[in-house]
């Protein structure tokens, strides 16, 4: 899809489709004599996401208009903007329409509303389709325009840094929808490397070998059971010149497990296949490095992506297996389904030795999350508050929903071994909260903030911004977070 900033008026914008955002209960004024007949039938009510498309309108150069409802404009942010054109977008791809362009005017014309309509369109156009090889003869759509009555400064630099960012949480949910068969831990490390070389960052890949010389015994401890060796993944970006004085590293650790059997504390069979999507906290990392080579923000920024693949097998580590990590600490394996937090303790005490200042790690950690927080919020969980405000800050501005977690001492008590320093399990009550104190053990003294998107990397239902299937989730805020620091 080619991507264009137009300086037109909207009645001489060529396309096959003008989408107009369309408020609740207020006709746009620019449209309200050439679409009269539709204003006055009460068909377009502006309504979030309600579709209206007229044909040949007068006065227009573009062979159709199409209203997008957009709510009430008081609530009308960048976020539902973003959502708006995506949504827009995929209702005209439906219909095949293949030149389209979105008229930005009055206040909703500025940096942030071109990036965010750019980054709707871009993740909109987004199919989990890539083995089918039937494409149901839909026209991929070929161009996506954002018109603007007048071109203002930093406009262009909006369009570069929304299709980077959206072209980058798409390869994270490009990576994520890969079956296990297909992405292996190899592979993963593998499609890491090639990214990397791409975009000039530095990537590094521990095996086996390197992890048992470095005593990485908690990550390897999940790796036992499978025949796919794992991979210890480093991306490095580097500013061209550090101008944070030194000060600030920012380490992004994520879960890389290419797939989640629960190994010896097997999983029950139904639901199983999703466990594909169990390295979507990796993905976002590599997702977010692509960006950031991009956009290069002020900082140095390390991704830290362990990846494994966890199975069942006549090697796997059993329930009582007392594990040493890199750090030092031993784990009573209690539970081989809570695989994820023995692999990211050894990535975080691995990111810190890195020299990272600041750790954010994303992983689909746990069921518990879905239980408190649903679909709709990423658990955020920090003894940081400074950090967890800059990522909660982050999150807004790229509209992703978070919502902070408790990590009070009190819940530490459930992790207690007979046996170990820890154990991988607390038990089922506040289960998010102790998976989030075990790996906060192993961050130590670094400030720490880790978040739970076993519920939101994947959508269960189609969206009318959104396909169902993986989300990307984490990508947009990761940026944010990176880009703005020095603020
Ligand atoms: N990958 C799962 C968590 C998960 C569950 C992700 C549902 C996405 C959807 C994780 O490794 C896991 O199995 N966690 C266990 C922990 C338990 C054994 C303490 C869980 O949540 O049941
Ligand atoms: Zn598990
Ligand atoms: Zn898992």
Known sequence: MQIHLDEKPAESVECDALVAITFEGKPNDRFKDSLSEVHASGEATGKMYEMTLVHRPVGFKAKRILLAGSGPVEKFTSAELRRVSAAALRHLKSKSVGNIAILLDGAFSGAEHVEAAVEGAVLGDFEPDRYKTDKKGK???????????????GLDAALVRGRAIAEAQNLTRELVNEPANRLTPTSLAEAARQMAVAQGLECDVLDRDRMQQLGMGSLLGVAMGSAEPPALIVLRYKPAKDTSNGKAHLGLVGKGVTFDTGGISIK???????MKYDMAGGAAMIGTMRALAQLKPSIPVTAVIPAVENMPGSRAQRPGDIVTALS???????????????ILADALTYARRLGCTHLV??????GAVVVALGYV?????????????RLLKAARAAGEKMWRMPVDEEYKELLKSEFADLANVGGRPGGAI???????????????AHLDIAGTAWLEDT??????????????????LAMGWAD
């Not at 029950?268 to 296949?273: K, N, S, T, Y």
């Not at 790690?361 to 746990?366: C, G, H, V, Y």
């Not at 102790?434 to 720490?448: C, G, K, V």
């Open 139 to 153: 026209k991929p759509v070929e161009q996506f325009t954002v018109a603007v009555a007048k071109k203002s400064a």
């Open 268 to 274: 029950p069979a139904d639901g199983m296949e999703k």
């Open 328 to 342: 030092g600490k031993t784990i009573e394996v209690i539970n081989t389904d809570a695989e994820g937090r023995l």
């Open 361 to 366: 790690d994303a992983a689909t950690l746990t």
């Open 377 to 389: 919020n990423v658990g955020l969980f920090s003894s940081d508050d400074p950090l967890a405000e």
């Open 434 to 448: 102790t998976a989030a104190l075990f790996l906060r053990e192993f961050a130590e003294q670094t400030p720490w």
């Open 463 to 480: 969206k009318p911004y959104m396909s169902k299937g993986p989300s990307g989730v984490g990508v947009r805020t990761f940026v944010n």
